[in-house]
């Protein structure tokens, strides 16, 4: 066979549906949605399963959720995220959380995002005590809508691993992200308690705007579940740089001021001149005074004067 | 943009009814992130909240939930058409990041470059023209368009016009020549791109093989996978089946042989019944094979699909003839090679010097081992 050289072709999608899906997973220049791929390790326990069902359902509409166990998925083993990488960039999710139940680790869940379809951060957390959703019974909140978040205790601010369980529960349910809001709407919140250091309350709350004396209504909080008292257990950060890189804002570009156009197509500026005074400036003085300060000087330091010039009269 | 400190909202500011309880709150107040519906509460929990786990109870959260309240019905907001109050939500202040990286600008292209350098400006131009001789509005490019020069019935000859030669087709290969020279510019243009790092999800580039004649272009793997197997098998079309010849740099002693067709061999201690049947079948093979009554159904498929064969063959050489143009240049050489199943006589056509039609060996049941498909070597 002759060794021609092989030639490229352009692969365009084949449908206008196809190119829009794969326009969508081009990078935004403002970010709305993050997805939630949740799925299992290579053991589960009904306890992490039912606690994946109802984050699932909390993330409605915006999570995918995968049924079969997943042997290879070890985020904490060099390379064992390989294979979370690859379901994420499959399903185009910045966020995942994977169930798995060792006997070392029981009822471990796992919450961490990505960044560019690679490992960015996660906090593995213990369950400890889930009442599921459906326990509670019906609840009056939809479905989609955005919640609100109440992070109590000092230990937020205080302790690293805790400030990036804020910072990850925040972005997980936070849900679109939007300009305008209507208060009303606002029917449920997520409350995160820390008494210590490592115990966590995962409450989720349906919130009621009862009327108060004034324009601010009083919140009342009712829990509607899941509820889990989570321990956390392990955790990994961010490496410094791909945290830089991931918190680059798009650069808003600074209208030039002071340039215009006139009607003959000139560039034209102002130039705005402060006031001055003339009066009291340090001026170069004219001639004739010159003259006569030079004369007066000599004449007190009793020098012997030079010859009167042409125009000087005596 | 998360450029603002967390908001401090004191206790004090608020209405009187939530705080049910005064007595704890101290003078530093919540924070309160209004872009992301999120409020702190940064004192430590107070114990009596605490339930039999340890944990605190959503009671402690009431006073971050008010905060929060106070903060969102204070926003500048309007109400909507159906009566909703809608409020126009700050910055986020927790610096969340990002999924993706920033997307970067697409690089121009040769022709942007071009554009650019010589003050070409786009014109934006109307989708409907006025066609004069057809007295309608057209549309400029597709189905019935203006000045469509395939559009007329006869097309005047010009002096470097050669005899024989179809304009028509001259005109389709013209364009599809365009059309493939613009495809590689296209492609040139996204590799450029590719290099200043600009990688776009929806196009990709892949590799593809020059199309040989007609028939389509096949993937790489395949083509070397045939390349291979050719190769094997003229390896193994020695008199002594590849036995003594050496094998070549690279190549592991014994790779060429095809495996050998073994049949299941009749052991001893199996029922008589397998025998039977094997020896059975066997039989009525060669009888079907050599009867002479009866309808040799293989044979007439053969017939049949051997003229047919021809009938095609012989339309294309004929197309071949009037469209001299060489396209692509491999399918007149070897494309016609004839196999078995071709009678001699209707295989061959005067003058057609390129296509070796073999003497008929008799309509054969189709080859269908070395069956090819059309338009390759």
């Given at each position: ?28 220049a403002v970010e709305v949605l993050k ?110 809508g955005k919640p609100s978040f109440l992070f109590?205790?000092?230990?937020f ?9 804020k910072n990850i529960l925040l972005d997980f349910f936070r849900g679109r992200v939007v300009k305008q809001l209507n208060v009303?709407g606002l029917?449920?919140a997520v ?56 918190h680059?804002r798009l650069?808003t ?62 | 943009m998360a450029a603002s400190s967390p908001v401090r909202v ?20 919540f924070e309160v992130d209004v872009g992301n519906l999120c409020a702190s ?23 971050a939930a008010?905060a929060l309240a106070a903060a969102l019905f204070s926003l500048p907001g ?8 809608i409020v126009t939500l700050p910055d986020p202040i927790a610096a969340i990041p990002r ?279």
């Amino acid at each position: 066979m002759t060794t021609d050289k092989l030639k490229q072709r352009l692969q365009k999608p084949k449908t206008k549906k196809g190119a829009r899906l794969l326009r969508a997973r081009e990078p935004q220049a403002v970010e709305v949605l993050k997805k939630a791929l949740f799925l299992f390790g290579h053991n589960t326990s009904q306890v992490i399963k039912d606690v994946l069902a109802d984050l699932h359902k909390l993330k409605w509409q915006e999570s995918v959720k995968y049924t079969r166990k997943n042997d290879d998925v070890k985020p904490f083993e060099a390379g064992g995220e390989a294979s979370l990488e690859h379901f994420c960039k499959k399903t185009d999710c910045g966020l995942f959380a994977v169930g798995n139940h060792t006997k070392k680790r029981p009822h471990n869940l796992l919450l961490g995002r990505m960044y560019n379809y690679h490992l960015y951060d996660m906090v593995e957390f213990g369950v400890v005590g889930f009442k599921s959703l459906g326990s509670f019974g019906c609840a009056r909140c939809q479905l989609g809508g955005k919640p609100s978040f109440l992070f109590v205790g000092d230990k937020f601010e205080t302790v690293p691993v805790l400030k990036l369980v804020k910072n990850i529960l925040l972005d997980f349910f936070r849900g679109r992200v939007v300009k305008q809001l209507n208060v009303m709407g606002l029917d449920r919140a997520v409350v995160v308690m820390a008494a210590a250091d490592d115990k966590l309350a995962f409450v989720h709350c349906q919130i009621n705007l009862k009327k108060s004396g004034t324009q601010v209504p009083q919140m009342e909080l009712k829990e509607i579940g899941p509820r889990m008292h989570l321990e956390v257990r392990r955790f990994r950060e961010a490496p410094a740089d791909l945290s830089k890189e991931a918190h680059k804002r798009l650069e808003t570009k600074k209208k030039e001021k002071n340039v215009d156009i006139d009607t003959l197509h000139n560039k034209v500026g102002r130039v705005y001149v402060p006031r001055q005074d003339v009066d009291s400036m340090a001026l170069t003085k004219p001639k004739g005074v010159k003259r006569k300060q030079r004369e007066d000087r000599e004449q007190r330091m009793g020098k012997k004067t030079r010859k009167p010039s042409a125009h000087e009269t005596e | 943009m998360a450029a603002s400190s967390p908001v401090r909202v004191s206790l004090d500011e608020l209405t009187e009814d939530q705080s049910g309880r005064d007595d704890q709150i101290d003078a530093d107040g919540f924070e309160v992130d209004v872009g992301n519906l999120c409020a702190s509460d940064p004192r430590p929990v107070s114990p009596h909240l605490l339930d039999p786990d340890g944990l605190p109870s959503i009671e402690s959260a009431a006073g971050a939930a008010q905060a929060l309240a106070a903060a969102l019905f204070s926003l500048p907001g309007q109400a909507d058409d159906h009566g909703n109050w809608i409020v126009t939500l700050p910055d986020p202040i927790a610096a969340i990041p990002r999924e993706k990286p920033l997307p970067t600008a697409r690089p121009e292209t040769r022709w942007e470059r071009f554009a650019k350098r010589k003050g070409i400006k786009k014109r934006k131009k109307e989708k409907r023209v006025w066609d004069e001789e057809v007295g309608e509005w057209r549309r400029r490019y597709g189905y019935k368009r203006v000045g469509d020069a395939r559009d007329v019935a006869v097309l005047d000859a010009k002096p470097t016009d050669e005899v024989g030669e179809d304009p028509f087709t001259k005109m389709d290969e013209a364009k599809k020549e365009r059309v493939r020279k613009q495809e590689k510019r296209m492609v040139a243009n996204i590799k450029s791109a590719a290099k200043a790092g600009y990688v776009p999800n929806s196009v990709k580039l892949s590799a593809k093989l020059p199309e040989y004649g007609k028939g389509h272009p096949m993937d790489r793997k395949q083509h070397l996978s045939e390349v291979k197997s050719a190769a094997d098998q003229a390896g193994v079309s020695t008199a002594s089946m590849g036995k003594f010849d050496k094998p070549l740099p690279g190549e592991t002693e014994g790779a060429r042989s095809q495996p050998v067709k073994r049949r299941k061999p009749i052991a001893s201690g199996q029922p008589t019944t397998i025998e039977v049947e094997t020896l059975a079948k066997m039989a009525d093979r060669l009888v079907r094979e050599r009867s002479e009554d009866g309808l040799a159904v293989g044979r007439a498929i053969g017939h049949l699909e051997a003229a047919k064969r021809e009938a095609r063959h012989r339309e294309k050489v004929e197309r071949y003839m009037e469209g001299e143009e060489d396209e692509g240049g491999r399918g007149g050489k070897g494309g016609w090679k004839g196999k078995g199943g071709r009678k001699g006589k209707q295989g061959r056509k005067g003058g057609v010097g390129k296509v070796v039609a073999k003497a008929g060996k008799g309509a054969g049941k189709g080859r269908g081992g070395t069956r090819r498909r059309k338009g390759r070597r």
